[in-house]
């Protein structure tokens, strides 16, 4: 998949996809319904046109962390999706100034060349959101690209919605919010150095940065890991912690995963971390023996889970 960030001076190569908008949080499963409506309407190459930053961040500046995936784990998964090229458009002052208008015709037709567009049934666009669904169709019309609205989509009668999963995620329910995704939701970043209070205790962890997304319910969980990048890439099980460590007193949420059966190094490598069920809340303990007595016991019930 070829990622665009500068789409001023595009490749021809790179112009006349079929593309999908949206900001795809979480890549859930009405993102995948809109992908597919794009992939079947022209033989161009599916696209995602996107951005970065996520559009509350710029205008909501002070508010809490709240997305589901940052922009490398969204790529990650819009790759498996069979998306060839995702175009990052820059949110900043310069495009939230264009009328739906001068979007359709500046951004979409003239910079990126597109052929068609699909966009969900709730889409909203340019200056203070005042271009609907409709109006893109209108707009296709004039500047010569095709437009395809998406119904929402909904299962066992909830929609489909970043909202609810986020809401599934904060009460300890990854299995709802993976139904939702089509995915199990995941945790994406780099290994970054801890205090190695894991090793000592002998469940050496690897420490990963929530910050910027929307933190799942503080506990223990099951998990899979995929380590994307070092010497040990593959896939393995594991049973993680996230939250703010109140038995050493730390106020900073953390993302500590101990990978069952390993030996080697992951310090700077990129992980992707897979929530698979929620096991327990945080606690803090009287003594590190009965510490350690609870994670061997987190550990059993993480293996019986995961081997299920």
């Known amino acids: ?42 033989d161009a190459p599916l696209g995602v046109v996107t951005f970065e930053p996520h559009p509350r961040e710029v205008l909501v500046p002070d508010t809490a962390p709240f997305r589901l995936m940052n922009a490398e784990a969204r790529a990650h998964r819009l ?5 060839v090229h995702l175009y990052e458009l820059t949110f900043n002052a310069a495009l939230m100034a264009l009328t739906p208008r001068e979007f359709a ?10 052929k068609h567009v699909t966009v969900g049934a709730d889409f909203c666009f340019g200056n203070n959101r005042a271009g609907n669904a409709n109006d893109l169709k209108a707009f296709g019309d004039e ?20 909202t609810h999963i986020r809401q599934a995620l904060s009460d300890g329910r990854p299995r709802d919010a ?4 089509g995915h199990q939701h995941r945790i994406e970043g780099v290994v970054e150095k801890g205090d190695q209070r894991g090793r000592d205790l002998g469940y050496p962890t690897a420490n990963m940065s929530i910050a910027g997304l929307h933190p799942p319910k503080f506990g223990v969980y099951a998990v899979r890991v995929d380590v994307l990048t070092g010497d040990n890439i593959g896939s393995y099980d594991g049973v993680a912690s996230l939250g703010v460590r109140p038995m050493f007193g730390v106020n900073v949420p953390n993302f500590e ?5 390993f030996r080697g190094d992951l310090y700077g490598a990129h992980l992707s971390v897979a929530l698979v069920e929620y096991l327990r809340p945080e606690e803090k303990f009287q003594s590190l023996d009965a510490l350690i007595a609870q994670m061997d016991a987190d550990s059993a019930r993480a293996r019986e889970i995961l081997a299920g």
């Not at 790179?14 to 597919?36: E, P």
């Not at 015709?105 to 597109?114: C, S």
């Not at 993976?178 to 995704?181: C, D």
């Open 1 to 42: 998949m070829r990622i665009h960030r500068d789409t001023t001076y595009l490749d021809p190569a790179d112009r006349g996809a079929t593309v999908a908008i949206g900001n795809f949080d979480g890549v859930h499963l009405g993102h995948q319904a809109v992908l597919r409506q794009a992939a079947m309407v022209t």
């Open 79 to 83: 790759a498996k999706l069979g998306v």
């Open 105 to 114: 015709r500046d951004i979409l037709a003239e910079r990126l060349g597109l």
């Open 143 to 162: 500047f010569g690209f095709g437009v395809t609205i998406a119904e929402l989509v909904e299962t066992g009668g909830l929609e489909i919605s970043s």
């Open 178 to 181: 993976a139904a939702m995704l």
């Open 257 to 261: 995963t101990h990978v069952f059966d």
